[in-house]
């Protein structure tokens, strides 16, 4: 050991677990901040807001698969809570940093101050405070170690001082690190070899399956092995939002989206199957629409690596405790190719529910309507997105259009999307660029959700943040139509709809005054060349598409 700062040791074990940037609102640990100016080459963004910075790490650990660092002072630290709801809804590795309160001063009303330490508690897997420099190190490791390991997901820890300022601090430390909590998964646990024959035999006797890919997928980086066992075994796949980049929408064995925000076909195929296999879910209600797709009384197996996941929401015909691919390749390795051959009617029934699907939205995809279609931008994404793009979606609407109506192409394209919080996506696509400078980062939004976070707009531009923004620009939150029309009768008034419409305003001019570059869309044939225009602009690009405020996405089939 050797006497040092704590922000030096804070310093040189943010480098050496492999952080590249830090996005926060100051004043937060100057002194850390010095030292990384002067060793390292972290990257110190200063942000508009608490909540954007803890999306814009969000989208980075997402989109990099490895932890990434968002910090605020103590008057901040609810706002940084209120952040990481997301990342812990979706089991993002985000470690939050704050100041806190100094024991010398509690209680005796010091300016700003409150107890943030139970607001981090809902939204974090480890939540704790650093009092003493000599324990900057261990709860440092601490902090990597959780947030990667088992299922991922947030951290957060309170240094004390108002900013942190404990890193002034001077102490004997040690600041060594764990390069195996640098990245997901640190550990990949084995299945029990019966338990993985029992489900695999479940699967080939099954002459209606289904594969549902949840998150966990992603997490464990097991995309090719799903996909190779569905193909082994002639089962169709559908996913959960999370994990829907698990297969790409063009293949073969791809029914899409299953759930509440979803694809038609997907949720009547799972409805029809006699056995459905979870890979990496929690079965939530978002992948069964309230378990309905399927019923609680189906056939199911599971497969996670968390065990109280396991059951939580149907009884299992089987069950697996293990990483997503290390199951995966067990099932590999014993699978029986001769039981494909069951499935050739299941085969021809998935294709023709596929088919019908295509028919009936063929039309909207395809639309020349002015104002624009949603459904006709989300085929034009499908078509034009580089085959190395990273997706990054909202929730609502956007999330809607999205899960149901765009395709994947390629293996080599991602998709993050939002576990239920509007205005999420264009911060997080900030950060998920960050994370990828090299690859093409374009963000699925609606006008109510770019709204929450338009200011990050000059922090794109003013840390040179080249990610492309979608903004499906309908002057309104017409979500919120089909509810406001049931509590009206069926008939909106006029002071009904100011509670979901918007002034009309045109993001493009918007853009480009706070120095980004803007392109406005008024027509479906725009697109394309909007698109590789932003593309190519090795700038923050706005583009505001006016779409047809009508246009209300499709219902979960049940």
């Known amino acids: 050991m050797a006497k040092m700062t704590g922000a030096v040791a804070l310093a040189k074990m943010l480098e050496g677990y492999g952080v590249t940037h830090v996005f926060m609102v100051p004043a937060v640990l100057r002194r850390t901040m010095a030292e990384l100016e002067a060793s390292t080459g972290i990257h110190r963004l200063h942000v508009h807001g608490e909540a954007s910075a803890a999306y814009m790490a969000d989208g980075f ?59 981090f508690e809902p939204v974090t897997k480890f939540n704790a405070t650093i009092d003493d420099v000599r324990r900057i190190p261990d709860m440092v490791r601490q902090a990597f170690k959780v947030s990667v390991s088992g299922t991922p997901g947030p951290v957060h820890l309170q240094f004390r001082g108002n900013e942190g300022q404990i890193d002034q601090d001077e102490a004997d430390l040690n600041p060594y690190v764990e390069p195996l909590f640098a990245a997901i998964p640190p550990f990949r646990p084995r299945p029990d070899p019966d338990a993985v024959k029992a489900a695999l035999e479940l699967l080939q006797a099954a002459e209606r399956p289904v594969l549902v890919a949840g998150g966990g997928v992603r997490a464990s980086n097991a995309a090719g092995e799903l996909v190779k066992l569905a193909e082994l075994l002639s089962i169709p796949v559908a996913t959960s939002l999370n994990g829907k980049d698990s297969i790409p929408g063009s293949h073969d064995l791809s029914i899409g989206v299953v759930g509440t925000y979803s694809r038609g076909s997907a949720n009547r195929l799972v409805k029809e199957a006699d056995l459905v296999c979870y890979v990496g879910s929690e079965t939530g209600s978002m992948t069964t629409a309230f378990w309905q797709v399927p019923t609680l009384d189906r056939a199911v197996i599971q497969i996670d690596i968390n065990p109280e996941n396991l059951g939580r929401n149907y009884d299992l015909k089987a069950s697996v405790l293990s990483d997503a691919k290390m199951a995966l390749l067990a099932m590999l390795d014993i699978a029986d190719t001769k039981s494909a051959a069951r499935r050739k009617g299941w085969i021809e029934r998935v294709n023709a529910i596929k088919s019908q699907w295509r028919e009936e939205y063929s039309s909207l995809m395809g639309s020349d309507a002015v104002p ?46 939002s576990a239920g919080h509007l205005g999420w996506a264009f911060p997080a696509g900030l950060g998920a660029k960050c994370a990828h400078p090299d690859r093409p980062i374009v963000t699925f939004t609606g006008d109510a959700g770019f709204w929450y976070h338009v200011a990050e707009v000059e922090t794109a531009v003013r840390w040179g943040i080249n ?71 090795k700038r923050p690009v706005i583009i505001d598409v006016v779409t047809e405020i009508e246009a209300v996405a499709p219902g979960a089939v049940v």
């Not at 990054?392 to 993050?416: A, E, K």
């Open 467 to 537: 990610s492309v923004t979608v903004v499906n620009n309908n002057r309104s939150g017409n979500q919120s139509m089909r509810g406001f029309d049931r509590v009206y009768g069926g008939k909106q008034t006029e002071q009904a709809r100011e509670l979901w419409t918007f002034t009309d305003v045109n993001f493009a001019r918007l853009a480009e005054q706070m120095g980004a570059v803007g392109l406005r869309v008024e027509k479906p044939g725009e697109f394309p060349a909007a698109l590789a225009k932003a593309l190519d602009a």
């Open 372 to 417: 624009i279609r949603p459904e006709r931008i989300c085929s034009e994404l499908s078509r034009h997105m580089p085959d190395d793009a990273i997706v990054v979606v909202d929730t609502g609407h956007g999330g809607m259009w999205m899960g149901g109506m765009y395709d994947l192409r390629t293996p080599g394209q991602s998709y993050i999307r």
């Open 61 to 119: 650990a997402r989109a990099a698969r490895r932890p990434a660092i968002c910090m605020a002072q103590v008057i901040g630290a609810h706002n940084l809570a209120a952040g990481l709801r997301d990342a812990y809804l979706a089991h993002a590795p985000v470690i939050a940093m704050t100041g806190g309160r100094d024991p010398a001063t509690k209680f005796r009303k010091v300016y700003q101050e409150v107890d943030d330490i139970p607001s």
